[in-house]
């Protein structure tokens, strides 16, 4: 289960701690891709942002960027941001607080970012604390679904294009697992707010 906006009064409550939004006065979106790079999507993605001048934020993990340094280096060139995933996508409330700040140092090695999202956002208070000083967190207002197995891709788009708003975080991934969605919603997302007048931004937050 999960939500695809995220309701205000959980931005509400965290709002001093992680990011789930850019305020904004302009019609713009800040799209994520998480779980990258993987050989067949990433390079995909980038041929689609590139068509429409979009710049998007890639939250990398740190073995995939480690078997797909061309494609990594790819990301950087074209003008993306990028942030840290953790090395292995390990779960924050599964894991031992020390063992999962020393698997997001491992991805440090390779991704240099002050911007770090936990996988399936979750994250323990005290692993939050020892990476706020050195990270800005973030998370997202608008989950995609293109993971979701059961989630139709039309439905996937159709809850995307009801709920985007200007100042969006939005969250997809350059994964296998969510392929199938993801090339049947970006291009009509990018489309149809190309011509609405949005601009589609990196993230660039600094601690």
């Known amino acids: 289960m999960y939500l695809v906006s995220t309701p205000r009064i959980v931005k509400k409550i965290l709002r001093s701690d992680f990011v789930w939004e850019v305020k904004t006065n302009e019609k713009a979106l800040w ?10 999507v990433t390079p995909w993605v980038l041929a689609e942002l590139k068509k429409y001048n979009a710049k998007a934020t890639f939250f990398c993990l740190g073995k995939n960027v480690e078997s797909n340094p061309e494609i990594f280096q790819n990301i950087l060139n074209d003008g993306h941001s990028v942030g840290n995933h ?16 020393r698997d997001i140092e491992k991805c440090s090695e390779l991704v ?10 979750k994250i323990k208070p005290s692993q939050f604390r020892r990476l706020k000083k050195n990270y800005q967190v973030v998370m997202w207002s608008l989950l995609s679904g293109d993971f979701d197995i059961k989630l139709e891709k039309e439905k996937c788009l159709d809850m995307v294009l009801k709920n985007t708003k200007a100042g969006n975080i939005i969250v997809f991934h350059d ?13 009509e997302l990018l ?13 660039n937050m600094q601690r």
Not at 195 to 202: H, I, M, N
């Open 112 to 121: 240099k970012t002050s911007l770090f999202r936990p996988p399936y956002g």
């Open 86 to 101: 953790t090395y292995n996508h390990m779960k924050g409330w599964h894991s031992h607080t020390g063992a999962y700040i």
């Open 175 to 187: 994964s296998l697992k969510a392929k199938e969605k993801l090339i049947f919603v970006l291009p």
């Open 191 to 203: 489309k149809y707010y190309s011509e609405q007048g949005f601009s589609f931004l990196p993230l």
């Open 31 to 40: 799209l994520t891709f998480d779980d990258g790079p993987e050989p067949t």
